[in-house]
């Protein structure tokens, strides 16, 4: 019975082997094609981040290029992009721009990105802070104040610059209380860089304030 059992054993066990093997080569190529998949997609992932690198390494190295010829904006207007690298070479034209006294420009290219749905809203919301800077009397206070006031909204990733702008804006109308409270407000928000804090801080003592006060 022991040699009987063995020999089944031995017969079942050679069977099944056979089974093995011809399922292998029958669905075998299913798991070689997934291995492959698997590493080409890894390889096609490692290319495509070494792609971006190079890109982006390219783009700033032309920048850097541009804004040290004799005529930054006309360089930078001749490097090829397309869209937030697009964005933010207007960034840096309209900066120039309004560097050269050219604010009509400036403002122009500036409410051009800050109008483009396609790019982030953080690029967005900075072009339009930007042309509240730059726009002088090519503004009108109320869109001026409106720009303002939305780009203050809590939570919009210049909340302060904006904040700031506005308490410069009571300032200029006269509003000397007004400009008081919103540079206290400056003070007490949570991620007012030191800096800001110490505009805010003289912009309280020159208007006769106290930054301590509550």
Not at 56 to 70: H, S
């Amino acid at each position: 019975m022991h040699d009987s059992d063995s020999f089944i054993d031995e017969v079942t066990e050679e069977v099944r082997r056979d089974r093995l093997w011809g399922l292998f080569r029958k669905y075998g190529w299913i798991g070689v094609v997934a291995i492959l998949a698997l590493v080409g997609g890894s390889a096609y992932v490692e290319w495509q981040k070494a792609s971006a690198k190079a890109e982006a390494e390219a783009f700033g190295d032309a920048v850097l290029a541009a804004l040290q010829t004799e005529n930054p904006a006309e360089a930078l207007q001749a490097i090829p992009a397309a869209g937030p690298q697009e964005a933010l070479v207007k960034l840096l034209t309209a900066a120039q721009a309004a560097e050269d006294g050219k604010r009509a420009a400036a403002l122009a290219d500036l409410r051009a990105v800050g109008a483009d749905a396609s790019l982030p809203d953080s690029l967005r919301q900075l072009a339009r802070l930007k042309a509240v800077l730059v726009a002088g009397d090519l503004m009108s206070p109320e869109e001026r104040t409106a720009e303002l006031d939305e780009l203050a909204n809590p939570g919009a990733p210049f909340r302060l610059l904006a904040m700031e702008q506005q308490a410069l804006a009571a300032v200029a109308a006269g509003d000397t209380a007004a400009a008081i409270a919103k540079a206290r407000e400056i003070l007490a928000a949570e991620g007012a860089t030191s800096g800001l804090q110490q505009r805010a801080t003289e912009l309280i003592v020159a208007l006769g304030g106290d930054p301590a006060a509550a």
